[in-house]
Structures are given as structure tokens and as C-alpha cells.
């Protein structure tokens, strides 16, 4: 589709609510119901199976820990309309396989998730190809990869590959406070620093991570597909950059 000039927020986001936009979480689980979070239109919870296999549980089921709760919270807070998702393919202890975490980014994309927030990665080289040949399929399939950086200072994936939008927490407040790193691999910067999030049992906590940063992102892709649902990852991009804080 062809872009104004200048790019404004007005433009990006409209009226939006994120109606009709697929928004899949991919964690530890959503607790459904949690007043921040509402309903979990659906999902799956991909678990290992033998050594190295995987098998898919679709339906309903608890998180495991609260992380993908915290998550979804943000989310739903910037898009109430949105249709949510649980990939649950972390345990209690927010551990889990490489290859479910690949099966469950791939089942997201093959459900025809708009958007996909994977506040979580891995520092594992032996699962760098198959997580690029993933987020590639995502972006030309016309998902949204919104990916974490890692809290620790190594390289980590997907949040490292170019065709993912790569998030790390930053200094400032409020669902419009983005801004834009002109010296990637990480290449936008989102309030996730001492921020209130959803939790078990439908109560709340404070934290900070790169983790509650990249959500805020995914609520802003989500916003821009409700309001243009024709744009691409890589005009998704374009237009972050132009409505970032430090940019426009």
C-alpha cells in the first residue's frame, strides 16, 4: 500500500481497537478470564514428546508460571478487540525445549496469526537455522515477529534475525513510548521498566524486562493491522520507525 508522507501517529493508528487482528502469545500460557486479559479467543500447547518430538494440545489450558499472563495484559490493554492466542511451550519453571518452542512459533504462523509476541529467546547456536528459516517464513507469509532481546548481554533468537521487529526495554511511560535504535540488532526500545503486569490469579505485580517491552510493541503492530490490515512486515516497520519518539 503506498505511505503518506510524513507518517503520523494519527495516520498509523486511527480509531483502532484492534478488531480483526490475530494476536498469538507465545509463553508459558494466558490465564483466561484474568481481569486484565479477558477472554483467550484460542489456542495450543505444544509439548515435547520423546526426545526430540512434539505433539499439539489444542484448547484451553492454564499458564504455568504468569509470564505469558503479564504479556497478554499489555497486549489486551492497547488493543481490547483484538482476537488472543496462547502458545504455551514453556514449563513451570519457564524453561522449555528449543524445538517446541520452533513447533509452537510455526503453528502460529500456519494458524494466520497477524501478530506473534515472543518475549523469550534462546542462546542456543544449534537452533539458530531453524529459528531463521522460522521468522522467514512468518515475514513472507505476513506475520509480525515481535521479539525480546535477551536480558543478558548475548546474542539470542530470533530477536537477532532482521525480519523480526526486535525489542529491548527502555526509559519512559505510556503505551506511545517508542523509540527507535539506529544501530541494531535491536532496533526499537519500549517502557519495560518497573512497569505494572497482569499475574496468576488475576492480580497484578510490578517488574522490568525487555520481556513486558516487546508486548507494548506487539500492541502497536496490532493497533496498525486493525486500522490498515493491508500492510506488510516491512512497511510495519517503516512506520514504527516514523512514529518513534526519538524520530518523528
Known sequence: MSLPAPITREWAFGAATGAGVKV???????ESGHPLVGDVQGGVAVEADGASGVRFVEGPHEDLFGHGTACAGIIRSLVPDCELYSVRVLGTGLTGRGTVFAAGLQW???AGMDVVNVSMSTRR???FSTLHRIADRAYFAGTVLVSAINNVRAASYP????SVVS?????GDGPYALTYNPRPPVEFGAAGLGVQIAWLGGGTTRATGNSFAAPRVAGLVALMLSEHPALTPFEVKTILRAIATNVG
Open 24 to 30: 498469538a502469545v507465545v509463553d508459558s500460557g494466558i
Open 125 to 127: 547456536a544449534e537452533m
Open 167 to 171: 525489542v529491548a526495554c527502555a526509559a
Open 159 to 162: 530477536s537477532e534475525f532482521a
Open 108 to 110: 502460529a504462523i500456519d
